[in-house]
């Protein structure tokens, strides 16, 4: 169109068309990497890190062999064996400790108001017990009929018990362990020394 053209439509009251806007350009973003979406994914990429806690074939890489599975249970048959042999040991203590328990108690009530011990008695009568040098005191009487087999000494809640020899006797078949003196009238004079109340040896003497 002319420029005389244009002014006269102009001038008839037309208005010029508007310019045709530009399209807006987005600002440039940086580009991100896609996430993987799964392990398996990264692991599918050469290249891509193993994941910790993931198992393993067998050391390197390689498949666990038959030699590798024998040995693996072996170890476990034994430590459960071992276990096992841990547990029957401590309920065979516990059994042996409640069975202890049981015949003391036993022995208590048969021993209880039968003991000889005298008060009054000043002659100590040591013998070995316990891996120590014991004693208890009795009289004259009493002496010699220990030494002569007709009494004996029980050890009871760490006291020492003078009895007769038939309630010693009793008491060894209840609890055998408890015996503290026992007198064989006729074994030799030196297999106890300690017969003779001249023989006056501290008590905490290591036998």
């Not at 940086?30 to 994941?51: F, L, M, T, Y």
């Not at 040991?89 to 048969?110: D, F, G, N």
């Not at 003078?162 to 003196?181: K, N, R």
Request: hydrophobic letters at 35%; charged letters at 30%; a positive charge.
């Amino acid at each position: 169109m002319s420029n005389s053209l244009r002014d006269q439509l102009l001038g008839l009251g037309f208005k010029p068309a508007p310019e045709p806007q530009r399209p807006h350009k987005p600002a440039h973003k940086p580009h991100k990497r896609p996430a993987a979406s799964s392990d398996g994914e990264r692991a599918a990429r050469p290249g891509a890190p193993r994941k910790a806690g993931t198992p393993r074939a067998g050391q390197g890489g390689k498949p666990r062999t038959r030699e590798d599975i024998d040995l693996a249970k072996a170890y476990a048959i034994r430590a459960q064996k071992e276990k096992e042999e841990r547990i029957a040991a401590e309920q065979a203590r516990q059994e042996e400790a409640r069975r202890r328990r049981e015949a003391r108690a036993k022995l208590a009530e048969l021993v209880r108001d039968k003991a000889l011990n005298d008060p009054n008695a000043e002659i100590a009568r040591h013998f070995p017990y316990g891996g120590k040098i014991k004693r208890v005191y009795v009289t004259e009487a009493q002496l010699k009929a220990l030494n002569a087999g007709e009494l004996g000494v029980l050890q009871l809640d760490g006291r020492y018990l003078l009895v007769t020899a038939e309630l010693l006797a009793q008491a060894e078949a209840i609890f055998a362990p408890a015996i503290a003196l026992k007198v064989d009238p006729g074994a030799p004079a030196e297999e106890d020394p300690y017969s003779d109340p001249k023989y006056q040896v501290p008590d905490d003497l290591v036998w």
